[in-house]
């Protein structure tokens, strides 16, 4: 099992620009989430999703926007980047049910928005 | 709402000591409290949780970690602290009656143990 992975390591974006970052996993896992990290704050959350076709906004949404399509994907877009989404961005799953509720975390993303 | 306090950014301890790295948490119905480490350019990772039973919990690589429900704390524990203990150490909580499906993490606190 490959667990979770995040699709790109690392990206530079000009202010103004669009990309999605793509987040999978091939645990079958019901809930998916999209982090940001930023330094002395920890994880912040952006969106989530509790099932294939659902999405619902985190702490942060603003500039962003998902898609969970497929259950194993779960897609993050910023239309308009902004330098103050300059951060590290991590994917996380979770089992629906799963008596430990553990989230399993992608290796992250970097992205920096000149 | 939901919150986590991590009091300290870091903390510093020498091999061999034991170690101890402090959580706070507010929730308004009854907690599922974690803790992850994450060591660097690396996501993070499980190392135990607290969701229901016995106050101590163990988890990975030695580690274990107190729940107090009176003083709202789930402080991690290691006896003998190991230089690749060195990484840093994230609390959540997630509030299992109205919290829904949102885990609240802290800010973390490094830890630098000394050989």
């Known amino acids: 099992n490959a667990g979770v992975t995040q699709t790109p390591k690392f990206r530079v974006l000009k202010t103004g620009q669009s990309m999605t970052l793509l987040c999978a996993q091939d645990m079958n896992h019901e809930y998916m989430y999209w982090y940001r990290q930023d330094p002395g704050m920890g994880l912040r959350l952006i969106h989530y999703s509790v099932g294939e076709g659902t999405t619902a906004k985190g702490e942060v949404p603003d500039g962003y926007n998902v898609s969970r399509l497929k259950k194993q994907n779960f897609l993050l877009g910023l239309e308009s980047a902004a330098p103050s989404q300059t951060s590290v961005y991590f994917c996380?799953?979770?089992?629906?049910?799963?008596?430990?509720?553990?989230?399993?975390f992608g290796p992250g993303t970097r992205l920096t928005v000149l | 709402a939901q919150s986590v306090a991590q009091p300290e950014d870091q903390v510093n301890v020498a091999e061999g000591n034991p170690l101890t790295v402090k959580c706070t948490y507010s929730v308004s119905g009854n907690p599922y409290l974690f803790w992850y480490v994450q060591y660097p350019n690396r996501g993070l990772q499980f190392l135990l949780n607290y969701i229901t039973g016995d106050n101590l919990v163990k988890g990975s690589y030695g580690f274990e970690a107190e729940f107090n429900k009176s003083q709202t704390s789930f402080h991690l524990k290691k006896p003998s602290a190991l230089v690749s203990d060195s990484a840093l150490y994230f609390c959540?909580?997630?509030?299992?009656?109205?919290?829904?499906?949102?885990?609240?993490f802290g800010a973390g606190t490094r830890l630098f143990v000394k050989a």
């Open positions: 996380a799953s979770a089992t629906q049910g799963d008596s430990t509720d553990t989230q399993y």
């Open positions: 959540a909580v997630r509030d299992r009656d109205t919290g829904g499906f949102k885990t609240i």
